[in-house]
C-alpha cells in the first residue's frame, strides 16, 4: 500500500531531525526513557507472573492485578531513571565543557535517590540485584589495577560454599533479615518438602488441598 505523500513528508522531516547533533541529548533522553520502560517490562512481566502463581494466593483477577501493578512499577521506574541520568549527565558535560568519570557517578546518585530510594520489594530486588553485580565488578577492577592480587587459584569455589553457607544459615535461623521473595522461595524449596501426607502431596501437589 502506498504511502501518502503528506505522511512521506511527515517522516522526512522527523528523520531529518533525528540526525541533527545538536538535539542528540535531548533525543538520547527520549529513547532510553522508552528503553527503560521496555526493559523493565521485559524483565519484569515474566518474573512477576512466576512469583505470583507460584506463591500469592487470592483469586485470579488479584494475580493480575498484583503483575500489572509490579510489571508498570518496574517499567516506570527504570524510564524515569534512564532519562534522568542522560539529562544530569549531559547538563554536567554542557555546564563543565566536557565529560568526566565523576558525572555519570554523580547522574546515578542523584538518580537513584529520586527513583529507587523508596522501601519497597521492587526496589529492594533491584538494588540487591545490582549491589552483586557491582561487587563482582569492583573486585575485577582492583585486580586490573593492581589493588587486589591476582589469586593463584579460583576463588570461585569457596565464595560459592560461603555465600550458599551464610544464606541457609540465615534462612533457617534469623529468616525475617532476608528479602520477601526469597523467603519464598527458600519455604517452598526447604520447608515445605518436609512435609507431606499422601501421593497427592508428595509428588502431584506442594501442598493438600482441603476436602470440600
Known amino acids: 500500500m502506498a504511502v501518502p ?3 512521506r513528508a511527515l517522516l522526512h522531516a522527523v528523520n531529518a531531525l ?3 547533533r545538536r538535539y542528540h541529548a535531548a533525543l538520547a533522553m527520549l529513547k532510553g526513557f522508552r528503553n527503560g520502560a521496555v526493559y523493565g517490562a521485559k524483565i519484569r512481566g515474566p518474573h512477576a507472573l512466576v512469583m505470583t502463581f507460584l506463591f500469592r494466593s487470592g483469586s485470579l483477577q488479584e494475580k493480575l492485578r498484583a503483575i500489572l501493578q509490579a510489571t508498570y512499577t518496574h517499567s516506570r521506574s527504570l524510564a524515569c531513571f534512564v532519562f534522568t541520568y542522560k539529562g544530569l549527565c549531559a547538563l554536567q558535560a554542557r555546564v563543565q565543557g566536557e565529560t568526566y568519570q565523576v558525572h555519570s557517578f554523580l547522574a546515578a546518585f542523584i538518580g537513584g535517590l529520586m527513583v529507587f530510594g523508596g522501601n519497597n520489594n521492587i526496589n529492594s530486588q533491584i538494588n540487591m540485584y545490582l549491589l552483586s553485580r557491582a561487587l563482582f565488578a569492583l573486585c575485577r577492577l582492583g585486580v ?3 589493588y587486589i592480587p591476582e589469586p593463584r587459584w579460583d576463588p570461585f569455589p569457596l565464595f560459592t560454599g560461603l ?7 540465615l534462612f533457617e535461623y534469623h529468616q525475617t533479615t532476608l528479602q520477601p521473595s526469597l523467603q519464598s522461595s527458600m519455604t517452598y524449596l526447604y520447608q515445605d518438602s518436609n512435609v507431606w501426607h499422601d501421593i497427592s502431596d508428595f509428588l502431584l501437589y506442594n501442598k493438600s488441598h482441603p476436602s470440600k
Open 18 to 20: 533525528l540526525r541533527k
Open 163 to 169: 555465600l550458599w553457607g551464610l544464606v541457609l544459615w
Open 144 to 146: 586490573e589495577k593492581g
Open 5 to 7: 505523500r503528506q505522511m
